[in-house]
C-alpha cells in the first residue's frame, strides 16, 4: 500500500519553499522553484506557517512529525543537527564524535549533504572546522543569511 503525498509552495524571504508531507509527517522542506502539482495537507500548511515565523524570526524550533528517508547513519547524523541550539555551530568534526564516529567526518558531511528537510534539521548550523561556512544545498548565500538570522535573535 503507497502512502498519499502531499507538496506545498510557497514564498519566503530567502526564496521559493516546498514541503512535502504524507498524512503523517513531513518528508522533505528544501528551497525550490519547480512546480509542485501535489495538493496540499493540514501538515504542509502549519510546516509553510511555522517555517515562515521561522524565518521572521518570531520561531526557534519546529513542532512538526518528521520522516526524512535515510539510511540509519544518515537519520543519526540528522538527529543530532536536531540537537544543536538555535544560534550555534559546530563542525563535521565535531559533529562526528558527538556520534562516537570521530574519523567520519566526511561521512557527517556527506549525510548532511543529503538531508531532505534543510530548514527543519538545521544542517545550515554545520561550518568548516576553521568556521568557514562550507557546502549548503540551498546554496551559500541562504546557509550566511540563516546563521545571521539566528545570530540576531538567539538573545532576544
Not at 540537537?83 to 565535531?94: I, M, Q, R
Not at 559533529?95 to 538531508?115: E, S
Request: some cysteine; aromatic content about 8%; charged content about 20%.
Amino acid at each position: 500500500m503507497t502512502e498519499t503525498r502531499y507538496g506545498l509552495r510557497f514564498d519566503t524571504p530567502l526564496g521559493i519553499c516546498q514541503v512535502r508531507a504524507t498524512d503523517a509527517a513531513l518528508c522533505s522542506a528544501r528551497f525550490d522553484d519547480a512546480a509542485c502539482t501535489l495538493p496540499a495537507n493540514a501538515l504542509c500548511e502549519d510546516a509553510a506557517q511555522q517555517i515562515r515565523a521561522y524565518l521572521a524570526g518570531q520561531r526557534r524550533a519546529f513542532e512538526l512529525p518528521l520522516a526524512p528517508h535515510g539510511t540509519a547513519f544518515q537519520r543519526a547524523v540528522w538527529d543530532a543537527l536536531l540537537k544543536l541550539p538555535y544560534g550555534a555551530t559546530t563542525d563535521y568534526g565535531t559533529l562526528a564524535a558527538a556520534l562516537g564516529r570521530p574519523t567520519a567526518a566526511r561521512a557527517v558531511g556527506a549525510a548532511i549533504g543529503k538531508n531532505p528537510l534543510w530548514l527543519i534539521v538545521p544542517c545550515h548550523r554545520v561550518v568548516g572546522r576553521d568556521g568557514a561556512l562550507t557546502g549548503y544545498a540551498g546554496g551559500l548565500a541562504r546557509k550566511r543569511a540563516l546563521l545571521e538570522l539566528e545570530a540576531a535573535h538567539a538573545t532576544t
